[in-house]
């Protein structure tokens, strides 16, 4: 599965930006994964920000982000999505899109648990 993360750019405090990571290689279908947001800061290690299992029944957040950020799937259009609204100077960071090859209900923050990883998006939210 080769991901693709895009929808990244600059907004002022308090805007909305969309980002997408979309799966080629394979489907969402034929290959079930849980995706995931993770986040990096110059400096900091990569942290979880949300996830959302493969069927998108179970979706997850990271407290810095819950109420203002949303995860959600499209299987038919191998597509997962991060809706974040509100956003503050501290969102500021380059976003990742990973996926872990598994059936399960339930999701893990632990980055060496996935599998596949795109490339990453900056994000950039002035003051």
């Known amino acids: 599965v080769q991901l693709q993360a895009s929808g990244g750019g600059l907004v002022q405090t308090g805007g909305s930006l969309s980002l997408s990571c979309t799966a080629s290689?394979?489907?969402?279908?034929?290959?079930?994964?849980?995706v995931a947001w993770f986040r990096q800061t110059p400096g900091k290690e990569r942290e979880y920000v949300a996830g959302?299992?493969?069927?998108?029944?179970?979706?997850d957040y990271t407290d810095f982000v819950k109420g203002r950020f949303t995860i959600s799937r499209d299987n038919a259009k191998n597509t997962a999505y991060l809706q974040m609204d509100s956003l503050k100077p501290e969102d500021t960071a380059v976003y990742y899109c990973?996926?872990?090859?598994?059936?399960?209900?339930?999701?893990?923050?632990?980055?060496?648990?996935?599998?596949?990883w795109g490339q990453g998006t900056q994000v950039t939210v002035s003051s």
């Open positions: 290689g394979h489907t969402f279908t034929t290959t079930p994964v849980a």
């Open positions: 959302i299992n493969w069927s998108g029944v179970t979706t």
């Open positions: 990973a996926a872990e090859q598994n059936v399960r209900t339930s999701l893990t923050a632990r980055a060496l648990k996935y599998d596949y």
